[in-house]
């Protein structure tokens, strides 16, 4: 076995290709988007290394082309969950003890087929099977995945590099285990980079998965295990299974080695798991390791002396980038009264220049929402609003299900800070802004933390350092990823690490050393160099 004091690659932020007209990029992509519409593909399970196909599927649609098919994904029961159980566990040893650099180079083999000939492949999957435009499609399936995989080969690196201090005579060390048994994954549609982390983190600590991708994310989860096993990813370490969540989860959840759990999704799912956890607590071999980030209502507070084009600019782009379906989206803003003149003629004039409709055409900014049922909620708050008198919809306010589940950028202007769409989370475009009196600021941010229990993302836009000063103060509890003068959402791994508190989730921040820890179980291992050989300590010598 080789030996030495390895140094991985320094990780840099992947470069955000442009898909500018005639570019190299640009050619490649539509070509990847016309080879995934010309045909119709089968998508199995991924278990022990085998594509295991059970002839009961679902139907796999692009949410702006609802007629058009895409894949045939099939459908598990309870015996695949244990089938996906007993392989990661027969899996575990020999990958538990594989050298740490064999793990980091398979990840970083990844990272590369990612960048370089996977690329085009996994942002078309994106763009038709979770109707992202080109450039959302960039920054998440290639970009921010890269990333996660090669900062968190170096975040890892450095987690095994600190040590203990060691006094004369003795050897301390520290060793970081997998966890013991299997880590269950949960991933939502919205986000390909966090699929693909989800998985791959507590894999990378030597840890073995159990993954269960949203049904409407799994035409790109059958690319993301398709680079795995490129990559060299050894059978059994990471299984994918299409089951639904509750049969899945009564028989996760039951097992004795049940270690862990990664889950991005909804707050009352994740509350309701935890629950089940606790109620089987006695059941498992450990104390399971729970992580979860869980959704938000994401606020921007624009003070009297903000720049109304800035203000502008971060709640278009904040709030209806990706249709509004980021968990970091802005989806309720706070305007001074001063300002909001000026703040709402550049927002009307920008919106009216959306295009928006299938991402295969790349002049569209806005695309569909993901399900039906997605589309019928934000129609639902929509009518509530025009019925309202209360309420006025300042632009869109539309929308249309004939073809795709288009719904037009929606912008409302409500007169009580706590009217529904002002407090619950209904990820999709629509934006909800409170006027406020310029002299009311300390009143309103009391207003902003007390408003929602989630505390994802938040930004405070304003030229005035004392303001920003303030808000970020008594913000602290409200958002875990706090931004100056920007939008609430494009959270970069290495840069900012991502995470909320309250109901966002447990705040163990993606893309950091904070999350790669909470899949690793340390050993203390001491080692003495001349043990003593009487049990006697000098202070019980006589005195002579």
């Not at 969950?81 to 538990?96: F, Q, R, S």
């Not at 980091?104 to 990612?114: E, M, Y």
């Not at 909320?500 to 893309?511: L, M, V």
């Amino acid at each position: 076995m080789l030996k030495g004091f390895f140094n991985v690659p320094a990780p840099q932020n992947e470069p955000v290709l442009n898909y500018g007209p005639r570019s190299i990029e640009r050619a490649a992509l539509k070509a990847a988007l016309a080879e995934g519409r010309a045909q119709v593909i089968d998508i199995p399970m991924y278990i022990g290394g085998e594509e295991v196909r059970t002839g009961k599927t679902l139907e796999v649609r692009p949410p702006h082309d609802h007629k058009h098919l895409l894949a045939n994904a099939h459908e598990g029961d309870a015996s695949h969950v244990k089938a996906a159980i007993d392989a990661a566990l027969a899996a575990k040893e020999n990958w538990e003890i594989m050298p740490w650099e064999q793990r980091a180079a398979i990840f970083l083999k990844a990272a590369d087929l990612l960048a370089g000939p996977y690329r085009a492949k996994i942002n078309a999957a994106t763009m038709l099977g979770q109707s992202k435009n080109a450039y959302q499609a960039e920054i998440d399936a290639a970009c921010e995945f890269i990333d996660f995989l090669r900062f968190n080969v170096q975040y890892m690196t450095e987690i095994y590099a600190q040590q203990p201090i060691s006094s004369k005579g003795v050897w301390n060390r520290v060793e970081h285990r997998p966890l013991e048994g299997f880590i269950f994954a949960i991933t939502p549609f919205n986000f390909t980079a966090i699929a693909g982390n989800l998985c791959a983190a507590p894999a990378l600590m030597g840890n073995v998965v159990v993954w269960k991708p949203a049904p409407t994310q799994l035409y790109t989860a059958n690319v993301i295990m398709q680079v795995f096993n490129e990559a060299g990813l050894p059978p059994g370490v990471i299984n994918m299974i299409n089951v639904d969540g509750p049969v899945a989860g009564d028989v996760i959840f039951t097992h004795r080695d049940f270690a862990g759990l990664h889950f991005t999704g909804s707050t009352h799912v994740f509350q309701n798991l935890w629950k089940i956890i606790g109620n089987n607590i006695s059941n498992y071999r450990s104390y399971p390791r729970i992580v979860g980030e869980t959704g938000g209502k994401d606020f921007v507070l624009a003070h009297s002396s903000a720049n109304a084009e800035v203000v502008a600019t971060a709640l278009v782009r904040g709030a209806f980038e990706y249709q509004g379906q980021k968990c970091s989206a802005a989806s309720r803003a706070y305007i001074a009264k001063s300002i909001w003149p000026a703040v709402k003629e550049k927002m009307i004039a920008d919106i009216a220049s959306f295009k928006v409709g299938p991402t295969e055409d790349f002049e569209n900014f806005v695309n569909a929402v993901i399900t039906e049922a997605s589309f019928d909620k934000l129609a639902k708050y929509i009518d509530e609003a025009k019925a309202n008198p209360d309420v006025e919809i300042i632009t869109g306010g539309t929308y249309d299900k004939s073809v795709g589940y288009f719904v037009q950028p929606t912008v409302i202007q409500v007169q009580d800070p706590y009217y529904v769409t002002m407090c619950e989370e209904l990820f999709g475009p629509v934006l909800s802004i409170y006027v406020y009196e310029d002299e009311q600021f300390e009143e309103i941010m009391n207003i902003i933390d007390n408003t929602s229990p989630y505390a994802l993302t938040g930004s405070i836009i304003a030229q005035d350092r004392y303001a920003v000063t303030q808000a970020t103060t008594r913000l602290r509890n409200a958002a875990g990823n706090f931004y100056i003068n920007d939008k609430p959402t494009g959270a970069v791994v290495g840069q900012q690490p991502f995470g909320g508190a309250r109901g966002s989730g447990t705040n163990d921040k993606a893309g950091s050393m904070q999350n790669l820890l909470r899949w690793s179980s340390p050993r203390t291992i001491k080692e003495t160099f001349d043990p003593p050989k009487d049990y006697r300590y000098p202070f019980l010598d006589k005195e002579v």
